[in-house]
C-alpha cells in the first residue's frame, strides 16, 4: 500500500464542525446502556451547536464529560467522582494534542489500499458521474497510558473530534455510545491497571466519478467518507466499531 501523508487528497471541509458533528440549534437528553462486560450507563446527554456534555456511570464510578468546540480547535473536561480533573486541547492542523498540559502525538495518515482500487476500476468504465470511486483510507491515531475513566473517556472523545475536524461527518450520538461500548468492555480493573491505549479513527474517502451538478449552474467533484470505525486496544482487549457507513456527498469548495 502507497503511503500518502496529509496534503494528499485531505479534504478540510469548510463546514467541518458546522455541519459535521452536531446539527445546528438542536439540544437534547437522553439515556443509553451499552452492552458488554460492565453495567455502564449514560445520562444526561446534552448536544448543543458548538457543546455536547454527558455523565458516564460504570461500576459505581462516574465521571461527566463536557465537550466545547469551534470552527478549528476543541477543549474537553472530564470530572471523576473525587473531582479529579483531565482536559485534552486540540487545534487543527496540530500533530499533538495536550492531555493535562502533557503533548501527546496524533498521527494523521492516509494511505491508497490497491485491493480497493482495483477491484472499484471495473465498474467505472461504465459508471455515472455519481458513480462512487475510492480516493484513500485516512486514519488519526493516538496512544496514551490511561490509569483512570476519566482520561480514558477524554482520549476516545478527542480522537473522534479530531477526525471531525478533518471533515468526517460523525452522528451527534457517536462519541457518548463509543465511550460507554470500550469503557464496558475493558472494565474498571483493566483501566486502574495503568495499560497504554492505542487507538485510531479510520475512513475511506470516495468521491464522484465525474463532475456533478452543484445546483448553482456549477459542476465539481462531490466526495464523502465511508466505513467510518473507531478502532483500540488496551491490555490485548479489542474493539472495532463502525460509526457511520456511508457519509453524505459535499463539494471541497464552494459550489458556486
Keep these: 500500500m502507497k503511503k500518502i501523508r496529509n496534503s494528499l487528497i ?62 478549528d480547535s476543541f477543549k474537553i473536561e472530564t470530572v471523576e467522582e473525587n473531582n479529579e480533573v483531565h482536559t ?24 491508497v489500499e490497491k485491493e480497493l482500487t482495483d477491484s472499484s476500476s471495473p465498474k467505472l468504465l461504465k459508471a455515472s458521474a455519481w458513480t462512487p470511486k475510492y480516493m484513500s483510507t485516512g486514519s488519526v491515531k493516538i496512544s496514551k497510558t490511561v490509569k483512570t475513566l476519566g482520561t480514558l473517556v477524554g482520549i476516545i472523545g478527542g480522537t473522534i473530534s479530531i477526525a471531525a475536524l478533518s471533515g468526517v461527518t460523525i452522528a451527534t450520538s457517536t462519541i457518548a455510545s463509543t465511550v460507554g461500548h470500550w469503557a464496558s468492555a475493558v472494565g474498571l480493573g483493566t483501566i486502574a491497571a495503568g495499560y ?3 487507538g485510531k479513527i479510520q475512513f475511506k474517502q470516495y468521491r464522484t466519478t465525474g463532475l456533478v451538478s452543484t445546483g448553482y449552474g456549477k ?26 457507513s456511508v457519509g453524505s456527498w459535499f463539494f471541497n469548495s464552494k459550489p458556486y
Excluded at 446502556?33 to 464510578?61: C, R, Y
Design 10 to 71: 485531505v479534504i478540510m471541509s469548510v463546514f467541518a464542525l458546522t455541519f459535521g458533528m452536531v446539527p445546528s440549534g438542536i439540544a437534547h437528553a437522553q439515556e443509553q446502556e451499552p452492552s458488554g462486560e460492565s453495567d455502564v450507563k449514560i445520562s444526561d446527554h446534552v448536544v448543543t451547536e458548538n457543546q455536547e456534555s454527558f455523565t458516564l456511570a460504570m461500576d459505581g464510578e462516574e465521571v461527566d464529560y463536557k465537550s466545547t468546540k469551534t470552527e
Design 88 to 111: 485534552f486541547t486540540y487545534t487543527k492542523g496540530d500533530d499533538y494534542m495536550m492531555i493535562d498540559g502533557e503533548k501527546v502525538s496524533v498521527e494523521i495518515d492516509y494511505e
Design 196 to 198: 497504554a491505549f492505542n
Design 219 to 244: 459542476k465539481l467533484y462531490a466526495f464523502r467518507f465511508q466505513d467510518v470505525r473507531a478502532i483500540g486496544t488496551l491490555k490485548g482487549k479489542k474493539m472495532d466499531k463502525q460509526l457511520k
